[in-house]
């Protein structure tokens, strides 16, 4: 959400079935339910991409933990704590 924060974006003009007292009392809170249904939406993309990046890459992920268990992390001697 930062790059879009830091961008101007457009914004496009949605329809939402919300429930109403939720609405309400979002309403009442001086909640911006546009900004708040933005974030979630995007809180959820983000969840999304990387559950879909860790199941792409579940393969190479587990080879390179298997390659380390079984040969320790490269260059280890070389680490200072």
Request: aromatic share 4%.
């Amino acid at each position: 959400m930062r790059a879009a924060e830091t961008t101007k974006s457009v914004r496009k003009p949605t329809n939402l079935s919300l429930d109403s007292a939720l609405l309400k009392e979002a309403k009442s809170l001086g909640i911006n339910v546009s900004r708040s249904a933005e974030a979630g939406i995007a809180e959820a993309v983000k969840r999304h991409k990387r559950q879909k990046w860790l199941k792409e890459n579940a393969g190479a992920l587990a080879s390179s933990n298997a390659y380390v268990d079984a040969n320790g992390l490269p260059l280890a001697q070389h680490r200072r704590f």
